[in-house]
Structure formats: C-alpha cells, structure tokens
C-alpha cells in the first residue's frame, strides 16, 4: 500500500508537471502572465526524465560501442551513415529548460535543496549533450520565444560550467547533508536524501574529471579526491525503478518479442562475454540475453544484419524480464561499481597497481553482486586467470573490459572508448562501414541545422571533441 501510495503520487506530480510546463511554455500567452509550474512537480519530472535520457541517449552509442546490434543489414546507426537525433536533441532541451526553471523559482523561495539539484542534474545535462554533439547552445537556449536562434557554446567552456555548477551543488548541499527534502516522493533518484545527492555529484565530478585522460588537466588526484566523498556501495547508485508503465529497456525487449525487431545484442559483445575474445564465460550474460534455439548464445554482428528471418530465434536479444529488462529494472545514471572502475584507472595511471587491482576487482564484484550472481558463480569468475590477474598484470585494457560489461547500455561507454581510440581487444569497425575510422561524435539534428544554421557548427562524424584529441 506504502508504495502504491508513493507511485499514485509521483505519477500525480507528473502530469502536474506536464500540464504546467505546457502553460509555461504556451507561445500564444503573455509572457508576462506565465504560470509557474510547482516545484514539487518540476523536481518530478527532471528526476524521472533525467534516467530517460541516458536512455534516449544510448540508444544511439549502444551501437556505436556495440552493445546492440541491428537486425536490419546496413542500418544507419550501425554504419556510422547520419542520423537524425532531434528526438533525443528535443527530450534534452525539454528537461535542460525544466531545470532551469526549477532553480529559478527555487532561489526565489529560498529552497536551497532543489537548487543544487537543478544545478547537478543541468551539469549531467550539459556533459552528456557535449560529449554527444559537441559545440551546444547553453546561454542563449533558455531565454523562450525572444531568441529561437541560440548562439552554439564551446564545448570546453560548457565542461567548465558543469563542473563550476557540481562544485556549487555541492557546496549548497553540505550545510544540510543527512536532511531529507520537503517532498521527497517528487525525487525518483535519490528520495528527496541530500546525502545522497551530495555523494552523486563527487561521483559525477570524478566521472568528468577522468573523462580528461588524453589532455594535460588530467589528474588522477583530483579523480581521487572526488571519489574519496563519492558513493562506498551499490546502495547509493543513482537511478530510477519507478515507471509510468515500465523500464524503456522492458518495451524493447517486449517490442521484439512481437517481432517489433530491436534489442538485438551485438556478437561484439557476446563474444566478450561468452568466452570467445577473453576465455572466459561472464555469468551476466544470461542475466542480460536470450538463448538461442541452438542452446547457446549468439550476437548480430553490426551492419551485417540477422541471419535469418528475425523470428527463427537465431540470435540473441534483450530478455524479456532482464536484469536490465524487467517492467521495474533500473535505469541507471552512475553507479558505485562505475566508480570503483574510476578509481582502478586513475590508480593505474597514477602508478598505483596493488591500489588500482583492489578497486577492479571491487567493481566486478560489486556489479555481479548487484545483479544477482551467484557467490560461487562470482567467485568461479574472479579467480579465472584471465580475470585475477594480479596487480603486476593489470592493464589499463584489462580495466577497461571488465567496465565495458559492468556500465551495459550506458552512454558512457562511448566517452571511455574514444578516450581509449577504442582500443577493445577484438573491436572492429561494424561490416558496411560508412566511415573508413571509428565515429567521434553524433550529427546535429535536421531540425535545429535547418531553423538555426547560422550558428549549427560545421563539423563531420570523423571530428573529434576537444577531450579527444
């Protein structure tokens, strides 16, 4: 009854949110008569939609990674052809203005707690766009109806906002750590828990911070520091279980199987995890995949296309009910397991191999445990010897592998393997390649390129971000 209560409500607080944010930004009203959304509604909707756009967003670097694979030979996000992302564009700017809203009425009502979480949330926003698309529009994008042609911000200069905006949640959250906010059934990720939140944006700070490994204001000391405040277990992982309906990934693989064909998991992955590239076999993949009708486990390679029909079952595909699948599965933002593969490779790079070791093998353990694996299975795969190598034998490679399975599906994925030169034992460009090198970046939208091209940036697929270089 407890947590019907709490959904009845949320879901309330949604369509509260919906319905003012659609006044709010009515056109045809006076500007000088908008309505002011709730706050309570607004923090509803940023929190809930805030896991829909890692989602939104790996929906297309699960590929560019090789997660998942399409079903359809020679398909557009398998071959690196263009794109057109203007739903993921939209779903970004609809929320980036939601939070910008939250915090302006929060500073006008003193509510310092929705202040840094708007300011956290927008700082997520930000990093995730510019290391989708690059250059975005950030200084002029809020301002409504009096500037429909937003001047683009430097990518650099916005990573430089996002930190000064994590640097001020924080600073915001610490005289009230350990409190819980007015209307915590309003937060979807961390239950209205300051502490929670303050944890998450040291987490997202060291995840920044790292994403500098190939330019000189890389510090692994400073990822460090982050970490030393960040999340100490799974129990503090930012993301979302409550669903209108259920988790996106749960549609998916429910589409697929009504021969809607999506979900298909990529043989790069498969491989990595069935014991074909590494040797070793990953007890998550049945947690994560179907079997095939051959008893065993077969991925789609990327711009090959499926073998056969798509309703052989010769291939596997997203379970239905999947750890990442199920109606309630979460939808994860950053997790304690991601953190702890931070700190194995600043360790490393820092020259720290034993410190380095202890934190890989904590974020194996940590990300099989929350997924349910079995101790003996757990234990069968931390002492395999390709998997314990020992401190002497860790490789930055190595590190990678195992973050590689443990952030399934999520965007960050793309930003470790461009940093890497996606240098993955075994990583190949998908068959059909429309580029002659790895992708670097997602195209701009149709729209905001024919409404705003005298600002959309110039720029090929091939080019890389300015933390790429």
């Known amino acids: 009854m407890k947590k019907l209560l709490r959904y009845s409500t949320v879901c309330l607080l949604l369509l509260t949110a919906f319905g003012s944010c659609k006044k709010y930004l009515d056109i045809n009203k006076n500007p000088n008569a908008a309505e002011e959304p709730p706050i309570s509604g607004l923090l509803a909707n940023t929190t809930y939609n805030t896991a829909y756009e890692v989602y939104s967003a790996s929906n297309y670097t699960s590929y560019y990674v090789q997660y998942l694979a399409s079903p359809n030979p020679a398909s557009d996000v398998d071959i690196y052809n ?3 992302p203007s739903t993921t564009w939209y779903r970004f700017y609809n929320i980036m203005t939601d939070l910008y809203d939250m915090r302006k009425f929060a500073v006008q009502k003193g509510q310092t707690d929705h202040v840094a979480i708007s300011d956290i949330l927008m700082a997520l926003h930000i990093n995730m766009a510019t290391n989708l698309w690059g250059d975005i529009p950030y200084s002029e994008a809020f301002i409504g109806v009096n500037n429909l ?20 949640g924080i600073t915001l ?31 997202l700070k060291a995840r920044m911070l790292n994403q500098l490994s190939k330019t000189n204001s890389y510090s692994p000391d400073a ?81 090959k296309g499926r073998t056969g029909t798509g309703t052989e079952n010769k291939e596997s595909y997203l379970a239905v009910g999947g750890w990442y699948s199920s109606d309630n599965s979460p939808l994860q933002i950053i997790t304690y ?3 702890k593969f931070i700190e194995a490779e600043a360790q490393f790079r ?3 191999k034993n410190t380095a070791y202890a934190a890989y093998m904590e974020g194996i353990t940590a990300n099989m445990e929350k997924m349910g694996v079995a101790e003996t299975a757990i234990t069968d795969y931390t002492t395999n010897p390709v998997v314990a190598v020992g401190a002497d034998a860790l490789t930055l490679q190595r590190i990678m ?69």
């Open 337 to 339: 397991s991601e953190c």
């Open 350 to 352: 820092k020259g720290n």
């Open 401 to 469: 592998a195992e973050k590689y399975v443990a952030c399934f599906l999520s965007p960050v994925t793309w930003d470790d393997m461009r940093r890497m030169d996606y240098d993955y034992k075994g990583f190949m460009l998908p068959q059909n390649a429309a580029l002659n090198t790895f992708i670097r970046r997602l195209s701009y939208p149709v729209n905001e390129s024919s409404a705003n091209s005298a600002h959309v940036p110039d720029v090929q697929l091939t080019d890389k971000l300015w933390w790429d270089q």
């Open 223 to 303: 990822v460090l520091a982050e970490l030393q405040n960040a999340y100490t277990s799974n129990r503090d992982d930012a993301q979302v279980t409550s669903f209108e309906v259920r988790n996106p990934w749960a549609q998916v693989a429910l589409d697929n199987a009504g021969l809607d064909l999506d979900g298909w998991l990529s043989a790069y992955f498969v491989g990595v995890t069935k014991d074909s590239i590494y040797d070793v076999f990953d007890p998550r993949l049945p947690l994560i995949g179907t079997i095939t009708r051959y008893g065993d486990y077969r991925g789609t390679p990327n711009g």
């Open 173 to 203: 959250l610490q005289p009230i750590n350990d409190t819980t906010i007015v209307d915590s059934t309003s937060d979807f990720i961390h239950n209205g828990q300051t502490s929670a939140w303050l944890k998450t944006a040291h987490a």
């Open 149 to 168: 042609t937003p001047a683009f911000d430097n990518q650099q200069a916005l990573f430089d906002t996002a930190l000064n905006m994590l640097d001020a």
């Open 82 to 84: 263009t794109v057109d």
